[in-house]
């Protein structure tokens, strides 16, 4: 029988970088809020081969003293936490003191910081959580994090990274969301050298918002704002046209700190639910703020969830503002005349003398041609009829299946086009003048990819 053993403390900090650092971006979301905490007011971030080779975040705040630099890199060791009550009320990003070493545990790593003041730094370098070496370095104040070699000695855990691309959209899109909370520092990021965002301090929502989705979009958006028993909703959406097909563009942000929320993602949904489609998502920027002792933040090991002690109320809040917006004369001037996106008893007749391929259901010229698709045989078995306008019902000896026709007639587009990718070119001309698009930094990432 296995006996019970205290684990020595290399394997406990290991254990722990599994919890915390999944990924480059789990590095870089703990290292900016640490950067953010210390009152930094410009912060930069430089990656290497999308953070594995290298990820360095330095920033200009209040820096550490040299003795608080060896108790940093030890866990459980914070400036933000002295009494339990003040677990009750956690007014920074961070609070547990362990994200450092657990970064340091699965890096090469050096910490240089500089305390405000002084013109002496102190330098630590080590791995896999061990110090090498510590010197005192002339400096300037502020703190430099430098983690090398991301699980260099778990490379068990590097096979579970994806493409260079999509682990930097990944990271660009924390950093961008950090910002957006931030508008009053100034962020940086680049990549092997090269410039990939920068957030100048901004004195509005909306600049900060044109920054990093661009100036033209970020003019179009509705002013939110409300207040219910003391939750304060505030922030910028997207008028129901500029909608999109994903949730990407939501962004909610509680007292500083962006999250994810089902419950308040649903709130925004239904206050625009007479206004977009069931497949549209809004555009969002909300910030939730109220007292820190209404929210825990201490439910999650990367902090990604929060729990409200009156989350109808915050519901509540986020929907009546959001509502409200939307019920600005502007809103409603672009939508007069033409029926809600989401009346399901709305029902636009189609000639019946017009030919399948004709047209969509919404009379749009469709771009390809179609061919009926033949059922019989297939391996849903026989169709026995149709729902609703909507889904083909099949069944075979043993199971029925409902299958949804829009999502079926885009898979049939989709590898259709595959096939002609593979085969030749596609037939394209030329612009007789160039039409430029503006990408926001996330969408140039996600076209190179």
């Known amino acids: 029988m296995t006996r019970i053993r205290r684990l020595p403390d290399h394997l406990v900090n290991k254990i722990a970088a599994g ?15 640490n950067a953010i905490d210390a009152d930094g007011a410009a912060i930069t971030v430089d990656l290497k081969d999308a953070g ?18 060896d108790l940093a890199l030890t866990r459980h060791a914070t400036s933000k936490l002295a009494t339990d009550s003040d677990l009750e009320a956690i007014a920074t990003l ?25 013109e002496t730094g102190t330098l630590v370098r080590g791995e896999g959580g061990a110090v090498a070496e510590k010197l005192l370095v002339a400096a300037t104040p502020g703190t430099l994090v430098e983690a090398q070699d991301l699980f260099f000695n778990t ?15 990944q990271t660009l899109r924390l950093v961008q969301a950090i910002a957006l909370a931030h508008p009053a520092i100034h962020f940086r990021l680049t990549h ?30 509705l002013e939110v704002r409300g207040t219910v028993g003391g939750v304060t909703v505030s922030g910028l959406i997207a008028p129901p046209q500029l909608s999109r097909g994903n949730r990407d563009a939501i962004t909610l942000i509680v007292n500083g700190r962006p999250v994810r929320d089902t419950l308040l993602t649903q709130a925004l949904l ?23 002792r209404e929210v825990d933040v201490n439910v999650h090991p990367t902090k990604a969830w929060v729990r409200f002690r009156a989350p109808r109320l915050v519901q509540e809040a986020l929907f009546t503002a959001v509502q409200a917006a939307l019920r600005s ?48 045989g297939a391996r ?44 030749s070119p596609l037939p394209s001309q030329e612009l007789l003048f160039a039409q430029p698009v503006e990408l926001g930094p996330g969408q140039a990432e996600l076209l190179k990819e």
Do not use: W, Y
């Open 19 to 33: 919890e915390v650092v999944e990924r480059p971006a789990s590095v870089v979301k703990e290292l900016v809020e």
């Open 52 to 69: 594995r080779q290298l990820i360095r975040v330095s920033d200009d705040g209040t820096g550490m003293a040299p003795d608080e630099v």
């Open 94 to 118: 961070g609070f547990r003191g362990e994200a450092l070493p657990a970064i340091c545990a699965v890096t090469r790593f050096s910490v240089l910081s500089c305390e405000r003041g002084s």
């Open 155 to 169: 490379p068990a855990r590097l096979k579970f990274l994806k493409s260079a691309q999509a682990e930097l959209a």
């Open 192 to 221: 092997n050298g090269k410039p990939v965002l920068s957030a100048p301090r901004a004195g509005t929502l909306r600049d900060r918002l044109g920054a990093i989705l661009g100036f033209e979009p970020a003019s179009k958006m």
């Open 270 to 292: 239904d206050a625009h639910r007479p206004l977009l489609a069931r497949d549209q998502f809004p555009v969002a920027l909300l910030r939730i703020d109220l007292p820190s």
């Open 329 to 376: 004369p502007r809103v409603v001037q672009s939508q007069g005349g033409l029926a809600a996106a989401g009346d399901a008893d709305h029902v636009v007749p189609v000639p019946s003398d017009a030919p399948p391929a004709a047209t969509t259901d919404d009379h749009q010229p469709r771009l390809f041609g179609e061919e009926s698709a033949v059922f019989a």
């Open 380 to 423: 849903f078995g026989t169709v026995i009829g149709q729902l609703q306008d909507t889904f083909i019902v099949a069944a075979s000896e043993d199971e029925v299946f409902f299958i949804d026709q829009h999502v079926a007639h885009e898979r049939v587009l989709f590898e259709r086009l595959q096939r002609a990718l593979r085969g």
